[in-house]
């Protein structure tokens, strides 16, 4: 495990168990113990009064390439796997995507194979996702927005009722600010990402939560009716917990879901230890 405890020093007040924004940090019988999901941050040792935590020799796994070629074959997963990464602007090599999109049909061509990284802005958002993606929205003029709204509400309407717009996303934090944009790409070309996002049968998603359960002792959590975006990114990103979904019709048809995949999203570091625990859980049963 990445960062240790001396425990010559510590006396077991636990405040460090809270502030281990990984759940790295569990109390087992009476000792306060490091686990696998620790992911090399360093924020606990700021709360350690008695300066009892230091880095260990082993670091956490963070390579986006290994961590897809793992993920992949340990799930037998015959998909892509999508990373996306808030940022202010777009970073060298990133192309800006060029016109309207939705950043769903995005993810759709990244889980085929048949795209590569793109910065995406509130300016491309063909719906209101970009909002409840913390990018903000495109500016539009009234009979528009009022259109959109009509097609996603009301009787006949494509979707929800209008409380849609407010109920399901009064429930979680707001995003502490609005984004530039976010970039969205395959795993394997995106450094450090804030999530991953990956279409998933009943059978990985049983492994993949088995795992994370081992030594967090936490449930996934899963969400249906609103929208696609909410329960792959919002939830995940401002509550830095892994969710699984079922997406809602739409962002299911823009993402070319098979009837059978539903969608789990990690903040990516929650990912080193799960994958790590995947060996630890479901592959002693088999
Ligand atoms: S994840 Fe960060 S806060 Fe948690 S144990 Fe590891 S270094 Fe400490
Ligand atoms: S905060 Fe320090 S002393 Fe308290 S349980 Fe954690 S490691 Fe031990």
């Not at 990445?2 to 087992?28: E, K």
């Not at 082993?58 to 992949?72: M, P, Q, S």
């Not at 939705?102 to 085929?112: K, N, Q, S, V």
């Not at 009722?161 to 394997?188: A, D, H, M, N, W």
Request: net charge positive; charged share 20%.
């Amino acid at each position: 495990m990445p960062f240790v405890i001396d425990y010559s020093l510590c006396v077991g007040c636990g405040t460090c168990i809270g502030n281990c924004p990984n759940r790295a940090i569990v109390r087992r019988d009476a000792e306060v113990i490091i686990t696998g999901m620790c992911c090399d941050c360093g924020a606990c040792r700021r709360f350690c009064g008695v300066n009892a935590i230091n880095k260990g020799k082993a670091k956490a796994e963070l390579n986006n390439k290994k961590l897809d070629r793992e993920l992949k074959k340990r799930l037998s997963l015959t998909r892509n796997i999508v990373a996306l990464k808030f940022a202010d602007k777009a970073p060298k090599r990133v192309p800006v995507e060029d016109g309207l999109n939705f950043w769903c049909h995005i993810c759709g061509d990244i889980f085929e194979g048949s795209a590569e990284s793109v910065f995406f802005t509130a300016k491309n958002s063909v719906c209101g996702g970009s909002a409840a993606l913390g990018l903000g929205i495109r500016s539009l003029n009234r009979d528009d927005v009022l259109a959109m709204m009509e097609a996603i509400t009301g009787e006949g309407g494509y979707f929800t009722c209008s409380e849609f717009f407010t109920k399901p996303r009064s429930l979680y934090p707001p995003f502490p600010r609005v984004y530039g944009g976010l970039i969205i790409g395959p795993l394997q070309q995106i450094k450090m990402p804030d999530i991953v996002v990956l279409p998933v049968n009943a059978k990985q998603m049983s492994m993949l939560s088995t795992a994370y359960a081992f030594e967090t002792g936490e449930l996934i959590l899963g969400n249906a009716g609103g929208g696609t975006c909410l329960g792959t990114v919002t939830i995940p990103f401002l509550e830095n917990r892994p969710t699984f979904t079922c997406g809602d019709h739409g962002g299911r048809m823009h993402m070319r879901l098979k009837d059978e995949e539903s969608l789990v999203s990690f903040p990516y570091r929650l990912v080193p230890g799960t994958v790590n625990n995947l060996d630890r859980t479901v592959f002693t049963q088999e």
